[in-house]
């Protein structure tokens, strides 16, 4: 089981950090996403592997699941949610800006038709 | 009042003049006077016990594990200085008003001469040396402000930039010295550090921590090779020259020294720095002073002399020349503010500073004559004016310092220095206003009003009444602030006019018959002055900033190319290097668990993962074919946690998993469906092998990890064990978050509104661009669905729409106890009303839409801050948790706990930052063609059927 996890959080964040090199902003948003994922299983190994633990307080059993990587880990989801909105935004406002989803900045590229700063921000 | 009220004061008073500037320029000057006049007397009233030798103290914790305490100690040499800060702040505040045109903003005039006060005041007064240092920092800000006053002249921006610069270079310099120093004692407290002589002097770090140190004092007080600063300053308006660049801010520097001379003094280290410096300014400052035509270059440059005057004397150690030192810092403050007070008389009135263009105004400005007279003299060191009395005792002090066991050196230089002091002052009185009257002055010179001329006026008639009577005016303050300079018994001295016939004497007859001669020989020499060669400071300063900021400008764009999978890449490769080299430099523990049993569920999915995964690298440039297969891996990722015993994690995934599939579907609307065939093989491979290599190393950390116990117990068992007793909840996770740790959820859920408001704000900056109208008037692709709005789905929506809406309440309730809580409701919540907006359009749901999710994100936050607030009122910290068991008849006992207030909050903050992240990326949709329409379905047949029955 051990080596299961290992291995998927190994070939999740190998692939989320393949696509993060990519050099369109969609891939590279893909690719935050898998390491928010191989990232989140990390923090929640960090309590050890626990099959068929009860997660809450009962009186029979002496053993339980470790709750700190899950309290840790659960606020890490949600807010990993709003990181992937934002940059998704951002993403959005460059590309409706400039009509190109590049995310280096080449020295062709093309005027914005949009001036806002707001809407630029996106490209740096 | 307590000496934090007096350094607080002025800063608290800084808002006002915004404010009253509205009620007219007299008001907001009476305003700010008001302010500078109430902390003076709130120091005067110190003032008794001081003169008695009492030290007054302030103590306050701020930060004492760093040593950082808001300390303050009024001694002698505080009460000095705070007394000339606030005493000719309180003059110059009249001035100003007067002197500054009705165009000039006032009321921000006031704010930052306010705000420097107050930064002054903080200095002089602090106990402890990081208190000081923040004081410090604030007087070069708020000094840039000053100098830069009058924005629209290049000359003032210039030279407020200039002073930044090189009072913020020494002031990072003393920082240095001043936490060397704080570490050899232990201690940061100023009065504990000045106990420790032996120690500091002993210490292997004395001198560079001394170095450091002189080099902020020197920067700030313009001494040599740092004074060219000051000059260039002058383009401040002249009340600020003559606050900061005469009486005050140049004074930081000399202060601290003199702050500082129990433990640094009295070494050669210091003496032939400080000493040598201070006469190298002076003497520099005083032949550059001859020559310069504007009044007030000639007053800086007379300043810079001056100030390396008093250095020079507290370089010599001796404790009857830092008496000496105390004496000159009061008669040079009166004199020469009256004098850049005057000289800004003169430019306001005949509407130009350059000597060569005035003469004759005596009869024309006859009152500010006398004024510029009397202290022009004073400075000159004449007698009956207190210039002549620290002159003649720094005369003395020099004739017994030999330098490098030389007896000649000192005291000859000096006397030049005093001999170019007293040309410099008689040219200002005899080339400005002695001579004939001429009739071409730009305007025509007349005295100006009294409140200008007041100020100026009463610090004369101190010029004259220290030099009359110094022993009766300013005896006891001179020896209490020296005695806390010298920090021990005062030397022997006497503040007389007459010393009988010595040494000094001579020395200050050649001087002054020697500046008279050169006076007179002043125009031959002023033309071989102009065609000699010099090293101009700004040119010089220019060339080396410019030179700095080309280089740091070559290395941004080296390093900074814009390729932003470069940046990637380098960090990827940094920090597995790290990792690499954290892993091979040290030692592992072996596998000290078992490795448990698998099951044939875990392998499917971790088949299914791992498939999903290598298909999404290899098919993700079809994007929508790349979400799909993310959907699956985010799948697997819940079953993943369900499998390994957290509910509360599974449900929180598989949630935020549907969110973020319906978040980017939504942006995918709109960017290319395709990603372009770009790389090369070889950048390929290249990002293949960083994948490899970083995925490799996360995965054998990962296992490194899992087979290893815990090296040091975990804090878990005491959440585990407290988590009922103290929380009043069995669902540990829950408890940990709205309780043990619910401070850290209160931030979250704020980044996370914040977050969403930061979506909204995008959106409607991109939306009311050229781009918003692109959008709508883009036309229709071409593959639409027929029917966007399907029946089925409709219907179905809204019948699992209370549903849904239950789940969330019951998964609400039930979290403190069971898997569930605030988080998880709000996102079950929030997709119900997505699939709302999905199924009938946006109008629709708009339209029903009945509180703003700013506000939710708002009330949200509000919730969760007055569920901690509310422990205050029992006496607790912020946000501890409270909980009971209450009895309702029909439902039996219920157990509420304050928590569940504070979970609303939670579960509040994310229905509200959810919805408006999408709904914000579904109004591109919105704007891009979408007909409104008052209709949830495209197809509706109980609105269709009588359309069809007309047909048939």
Known sequence: MEYLLASAIGVMSAAGIYLLLRMRTFPVILGISMLTYAVNLFLFASGRIAINLPPVLLNETPTYADPLPQALVLTAIVISFGMTAVVVLLALGAFLSSRNDEVSLTPTDPQAPATEPAAGEGRK | MTLILIAALPFLGALLPGLMIRAGRTVCAWTTAMVTLTALIGLLVHAPAVMRGEVIRYQLEWMPALGLNVNFFLDGLGLLFAGLILGIGLLIIIYARFYLARQDPMGQFYTYLLLFQGAMVGIVLSDNILLLLIFWELTSLSSF?????????????????????????????????????????????????????????????????????????????????????????????????????????????????ARLWPVLAGTPEWFYIVATTGLITMVLGAVIALFKD????????????????????????????????????????????????????????????????????????????????????????????????????????????????????????????????????????????????????????????????????????????????????????????????????????????????????????????????????????????????????????????????????????????????????????????????????????????????????????????????????????????????????????????????????????????????????????????????????????????????????????????????????????FHLANSKPGGGGTNVVNVILVDFRGFDTFGEVIVLGIGALVIFAMTESVLNSPVGAWLKQRPATNDKAGDRHPLMMVVATRVMMPIALMVGVFIFLRGHNEPGGGFIAGLIVAIALVMQYMASGFDWAAARQRFPYHATIAMGVFAAAFTGIGSWFAGRPFLTSNYGYFQIPPMGEFELATAMAFDVGVFLCVVGAVMLALESLSRFAHRAGDRPSPYPMDIDPSRDQPQEAKDS
Not at chain 2, 182 to 196: A, E, K
Not at chain 2, 248 to 256: D, E, N, Q, R, S
Not at chain 2, 607 to 636: E, K, Y
């Open chain 2, 294 to 717: 504007d009044l007030k270059a000639l007053l800086a440059f007379s300043t810079v002399s001056h100030l390396g005057l008093i250095t020079m004397l507290l370089g010599f150690g001796t404790p009857f020349a830092a008496v000496v030192a105390v004496f000159h810092i009061i008669n040079h403050a009166t004199f020469k503010a009256a004098l850049f007070m005057s000289a800004g008389i003169v430019d306001h009135e005949a509407h130009t500073r350059d000597i060569k263009r005035l003469g004759g105004l005596r009869h024309l400005m006859p009152v500010t004559f006398v004024i510029v007279t009397v202290a022009a003299l004073s400075m000159a060191g004449i007698p009956f004016f207190n210039g002549f009395l620290s002159k003649e005792m720094m005369l003395d002090a020099a004739s017994m310092t030999p330098w490098l066991d030389n007896p000649w050196i000192v005291p000859a230089l000096t006397t030049i220095g005093a001999l170019f002091s007293v040309a410099y002052s008689f040219r200002l009185i005899i080339h400005t206003f002695l001579g004939p009257k001429r009739d071409d002055y730009p305007a025509h010179p007349h005295d100006p009003g009294f409140g200008m001329w007041a100020p100026p006026a009463l610090l004369a008639v101190l010029v004259v009444l220290i030099g009359i009577a110094p022993a009766l005016m300013v005896g006891p303050l001179v020896a209490v602030a020296s005695g806390a300079v010298i920090g021990g018994e005062l030397p022997y001295y006497s503040l007389k006019i007459w010393h009988g016939v010595n040494t000094a004497l001579y020395l200050s007859i050649i001087a002054v018959a020697g500046g008279l001669v050169l006076l007179s020989r002043h125009r031959g020499l002023d033309a071989a002055w102009l065609r000699a060669r010099r090293p101009e400071a700004k040119a010089i300063f220019d060339s080396v900033v410019g030179g700095i900021t080309q280089a740091a400008n070559r290395v941004t764009d080296g390093l900074h190319d814009g390729s932003m999978p470069r940046y990637a890449s380098v960090f990827i490769v940094v920090v597995i290097g790290a990792g690499a080299a954290a892993w091979f430099g040290g030692t592992a523990a072996g596998a000290t668990r078992e490795v448990t049993a698998v099951g044939p569920v875990p392998i499917v999915g971790w088949l299914l993962l791992v498939v999903a995964s290598a298909c999404m690298v290899i098919f993700h440039r079809d994007r929508l074919l790349a979400l799909v297969l993310m959907g699956i891996v985010g799948l697997m990722v819940s079953v993943a946690f369900i499998y390994m015993s957290a509910p509360d994690l599974a449900m929180t995934q598989i949630s935020v998993e549907v969110a973020t599939i319906i978040l980017l579907l939504l942006a995918l609307n709109f960017l290319p469906k395709t990603t372009p065939d770009e790389s090369g093989s070889a950048r390929r491979w290249r990002d293949g092998t960083i994948a490899a290599l970083g995925g490799v190393a996360i995965g054998g950390l990962t296992l490194v990890m899992l087979l290893s116990d815990f090296p040091q117990e975990s804090i878990s068992a």
């Open chain 2, 145 to 257: 402000l000053l100098i830069g006053y009058w924005k629209h002249l290049p000359e003032g921006r210039q030279g407020a930039r200039m002073a930044l610069a090189v009072t913020g270079m020494g002031g990072l310099a003393l920082i240095g010295g001043m936490l060397i120093l704080g570490n050899i004692v232990g201690s940061y407290d100023l009065s504990v550090i000045l106990q420790n002589k032996e120690l500091v002097q002993a210490s292997p770090l004395y001198l560079p921590a001394l170095i450091l140190i002189l080099i902020g004092c020197f920067t700030k007080s313009a001494q040599f090779p740092f004074h060219f600063w000051l000059p260039h300053a002058m383009a401040a308006p002249t009340p600020v020259s003559a606050y900061l660049h005469s009486a005050t801010m140049v004074k930081a520097g000399l202060f601290l020294m």
